[in-house]
């Protein structure tokens, strides 16, 4: 899995223009073939800290999405940011799910609640 990171310092006064935006490309983006997902959070004490987040099935299928009109939409909106986009992208070779917590915590964590098989 791909994980792309896409960090944006917004100018105040055109936050909600961004925001508006990237909103609108929810459900073209979810489309794509390989995305997983995209999701835009606001950072709680910064509103004009925004970071996107892109889940890809294959570096193949971001490649695409890089290429893509879309992506250029998002690209474009360089001039509604105080400094250039931040975008890093990050390749999962593994993951772990509620056993690894169950694991770190000690058998004693899980009393009252069992694990599916």
Known sequence: MIVVRITMNVLPEKQKELVQTLLSMVGSMEMETGCLSYALYCNMEDQNLLNLLEEWQTRKA????????????????????????????????????????????????????????
Do not use: C
């Open 62 to 117: 971001l490649n695409q999405h890089l290429r893509s009109d879309m992506f250029g939409v998002l690209l474009g909106t360089k001039s509604l940011l105080i400094e250039p986009h931040g975008i890093h992208i990050y390749t999962i070779g593994q993951s772990e799910g509620m056993e690894a917590v169950h694991s770190a915590r000690g058998k004693g964590f899980d009393r009252g609640h069992t694990l599916a098989s």
